[in-house]
């Protein structure tokens, strides 16, 4: 049975050497570069157009609800070189909005869970890229071997641990509490 999906995106493949496989994997990176730049061809541009600007995702990066149309942007994305993959998010945050993705018709292999501050990026990629230095730091020990989360149950303690080290000037700081915009726990999934 496949849980509920909220959308898919297109992604850069993981490195070798850094394990991270979550959402903020330069998504769209190809398709929005040819956006901006004007050389998107006219059917992929449509497709675009309707996830980036038409879809009601609030402060959510573009997601795509159609199967169809993001395996499309997978394969243009593809053919111009970039090493990326499909993945299928849920998020409490699009679900609050009823962001719903259709059914894929895929298996669905679950990745782990992303800690994601909406409207901004990825706690857990930004706390690997710097506390995976220090050998010496707990971090490590709750992410699977995806750079992610096993569930949502140390999202908390993620927010945390990010927080203390903005304050001390080690990571970009994120969106206060008091404005709003949550910090949630998004389930990632690699379609097989």
């Known amino acids: 049975m496949n849980p509920d999906v909220s ?3 297109v992604v850069d493949k993981p490195r070798q050497e850094f394990p991270y496989r979550g959402v903020d994997r330069k998504p769209w990176e190809v398709v929005a570069g040819h956006f901006y730049e004007g050389r998107l061809p006219k059917e992929e541009r449509s497709k675009f157009e309707q996830i980036k600007l038409r879809e009601p995702r609030g402060f959510w990066l573009p997601v795509s609800r159609e199967i169809g149309a993001a ?9 111009n070189g970039a090493p990326c993959e499909l993945i299928a998010v849920s998020s409490p945050y699009l679900s609050s909005l009823r962001f719903r993705a259709e059914a894929s018709g895929r298996t669905l292999f679950r990745l782990g869970t992303d800690v994601i501050s909406v409207g901004e990026w990825s706690l857990l990629k930004i706390l690997q890229e710097h506390v995976l230095q220090d050998p010496s730091h707990p971090l490590p020990f709750i992410l699977n071997e995806h750079g ?17 080290w903005a304050e001390l000037g080690r990571v ?7 404005s709003g915009l949550p910090v949630e726990p998004v389930d990632v999934f690699l379609l097989e």
């Not at 140390?154 to 990010?162: F, I, K, N, R």
């Open 7 to 9: 959308g898919y995106i």
């Open 71 to 79: 395996h499309e942007l997978l394969a243009y994305s593809i053919a």
């Open 148 to 164: 992610l989360l096993r569930d949502g149950r140390d999202v908390g303690t993620v927010e945390s641990l990010y927080r203390e």
């Open 172 to 178: 970009e700081p994120i969106a206060d509490v008091a």
